[in-house]
């Protein structure tokens, strides 16, 4: 039996794993006391017994926390945005290509991948790996998400506060400097950021990232079939799949795969002007969900167990 420690089990992304990993037989969680939650001798001791650490913290007390690790065995799983473009950490993104699946199981340190990011990335790694893309290109990028992605304070909002400025979508980093644009750049190699639009709104999980393009920023005699091909020939197993035809009479819902870990990808249009879309749940496969595959593969146990497909 392995054991596993959360530190951060109170946040949104940590309870979510911690209710997960409490139905397993095959998982000894390790748990402190709620007076001695913060205590930081406490946390080192959980850190060094266990054989896996999943912090779910924000970006400075993560970077705290690696400070109390003493071993070289435990494997660390990192949730926030602290170590995901670190050279020293692998990106928790198992279907990126061959090779991260075995980096993410001989690894000692995983950064879990942001949920606007996932899809991002999932959409057009791809694309740039097999010169459908040009790595010069400069992308837009729209990103609907549930409002449980905020935080406690978020999800406070929108099931306590009655404000009308709640009930329809509201656009935020309006600045262009959102926290993930950094892993979406260096992740998929691409040399500008895109212009990238987050959108929350009235649902408390679910996300669709969506990336309009047109022919004419394509590589010369690349077309939209060649992106289709590329994604089915890229996602084979079963967390990413691509689907030509998944419209709900028309429409495409951003609530498709709530409550799911698995990530559907589309591409939608015509020959001239489409989109690549991809549909899943910011706290399945962009977030919990993520966390509990790294967790499987670096503890050696089968890819898929306890995931919701």
Excluded at 62 to 83: C, Q, R
Excluded at 209 to 223: D, E
Excluded at 295 to 309: A, P
Aim: proline letters at 2%; one cysteine or more.
């Amino acid at each position: 039996m392995k054991s596993v420690f959360i530190d951060g089990s109170a946040g949104t992304t940590g309870l979510r794993l911690k209710q997960r990993l409490e139905k397993r037989n095959d998982i000894k969680l390790i748990q402190i006391d709620e007076k001695h939650r913060k205590d930081i001798e406490y946390r080192k001791e959980a850190i060094n017994s266990a054989d896996a650490v999943v912090l779910c913290l924000p970006d400075d007390a993560s970077k705290e926390a690696i400070k109390l690790v003493e071993n070289n065995n435990t494997v660390i799983i990192d949730t926030s945005t602290a170590h995901r473009t670190n050279e020293d950490w692998v990106y928790g993104l198992a279907q990126l290509n061959d090779n991260q699946k075995e980096k993410i199981k001989t690894s000692k340190k995983i950064a879990v991948p942001g949920c606007h990011a996932c899809g991002f990335i999932s959409l057009i790694y791809p694309l740039i790996s097999s010169s459908i893309l040009s790595k010069e290109i400069q992308i837009n990028c729209f990103s609907l998400t549930g409002f449980s992605g905020g935080g406690k304070k978020m999800i406070a909002d929108y099931e306590e506060n009655q404000s009308n400025l709640l009930k329809a979508p509201r656009l935020y980093g309006l600045s262009q400097q959102h926290k993930h644009l950094k892993e979406m750049n260096k992740i998929t190699g691409l040399e500008k950021f895109p212009v990238f639009a987050p959108i929350v709104s009235n649902f408390y999980s679910g996300m669709e990232v969506m990336i309009p393009l047109t022919s004419s920023q394509l590589n010369y005699g690349v077309t939209i079939d060649d992106i289709k091909n590329t994604y089915k020939n890229h996602y084979t197993d079963k967390i990413i799949k691509y689907v030509d035809d998944c419209s709900e009479d028309g429409f495409l819902s951003a609530v498709a795969f709530q409550g799911k870990d698995n990530m559907q990808i589309t591409v939608q249009g015509n020959d001239e002007r489409f989109m690549l879309i991809a549909r899943y749940d910011n706290l399945g496969k962009g977030a919990s969900g993520s966390a509990l595959e790294c967790l499987n593969l670096s503890l050696g146990f089968e890819h898929y167990l306890g995931l919701e497909l």
